[in-house]
């Protein structure tokens, strides 16, 4: 997985690129498809047993969200070790937690509102078990021996309001299992009038061979770039718009 420092200063304004390292049974990686524009940002911890990753979509050009994007990564990586450093905390109640405290961080000291898709997740390893909260319904899917369907339980987005309680839900990780999540980007690249759209992001996921993470990241990307170029090929004479993230996160477990 792209990587990051395991310090972040709060002078930065730019949030740094995770270092995930090795973990037995599991592949997690993220990408973006051009380099970022806007708010998307994604980061990745390891404490313990545990695995916990954020993505995130913070409104804006990428120069007004990654000061924004820093300042939550850094309370991401802080809280995530303080949470579940202590190995009997419960993987429910921290993911919980953990979500309100990034969404103080992206409002930040002033309490200014930032409109931020987030989805948080906490995997543990040996249980196979994910918990996560998916604030502001970002397009999250999984594939296992039932099928391939969207993870179910959106909440309200962070950056809105501030000590908002959220509940974090849960979802059994079995060998083989793919959760595959896309920022709005994705599911927001038009043909004309039509947009690719949630169900298209499940039709990659349901129908791809591919056995790594990075390589499914790659394929639904790909989709979503060939699915609007007959747009763009078309229009090609207007002005040149700056185009949107296009982000996506997948985490395979191999046994």
């Known amino acids: 997985m792209p990587g990051v420092d395991t310090k972040l200063a709060a002078s930065d304004q730019e949030p740094r690129r995770a270092e995930l390292g090795i ?5 997690l990686h993220a990408q973006y498809y051009v380099d970022r524009t ?14 916990v990753f954020l993505l995130s979509d913070i409104a804006g050009r990428r120069g007004e969200a990654s000061p924004v994007a820093a300042r939550a990564q850094e309370v991401f990586r802080a809280k995530a070790v303080e949470l579940f450093g202590a190995g009997d905390v419960n993987l429910m109640e921290g993911t919980e937690l953990l979500v309100q405290a990034i969404n103080e961080g992206i409002t930040g000291p002033a309490k200014e509102i930032r409109f931020a898709p987030t989805m948080v997740g906490c995997y543990d390893v040996q249980l196979g ?7 502001g319904g970002q397009t999250a899917a999984i594939r296992d021996s039932e099928g391939t369907r969207l993870l179910p339980d959106v909440a309200m987005p962070l950056g809105l309001f501030t000590r908002l309680i959220y509940d974090a839900s849960m979802q059994a990780f079995e060998p083989g299992a793919v959760l595959l999540i896309v920022t709005k980007g994705v599911t927001q ?5 039509t947009p690719f759209g949630a169900e298209r992001v499940m039709e990659v996921l349901r129908s791809s061979k591919q056995e790594s993470a990075a390589e499914v990241c790659r394929e639904v990307l790909e989709a979503a770039h060939l699915f609007q ?11 040149k718009t700056v185009p949107e993230d296009m982000t996506a996160l997948a985490m ?4």
């Not at 973990?23 to 592949?27: A, F, K, R, Y």
């Not at 007959?230 to 002005?239: E, Q, S």
């Open 23 to 27: 973990v037995d049974g599991l592949d």
């Open 38 to 51: 806007g708010g998307d940002f994604f980061d990745a911890v390891r404490v313990g047993s545990r695995v």
């Open 129 to 135: 078990i994910l918990a996560y909260v998916n604030a």
């Open 189 to 193: 690249s038009m043909r004309g009038n």
């Open 229 to 239: 170029q007959g747009r763009w090929g078309r229009l090609a004479f207007w002005r």
């Open 252 to 255: 395979v477990r191999s046994r």
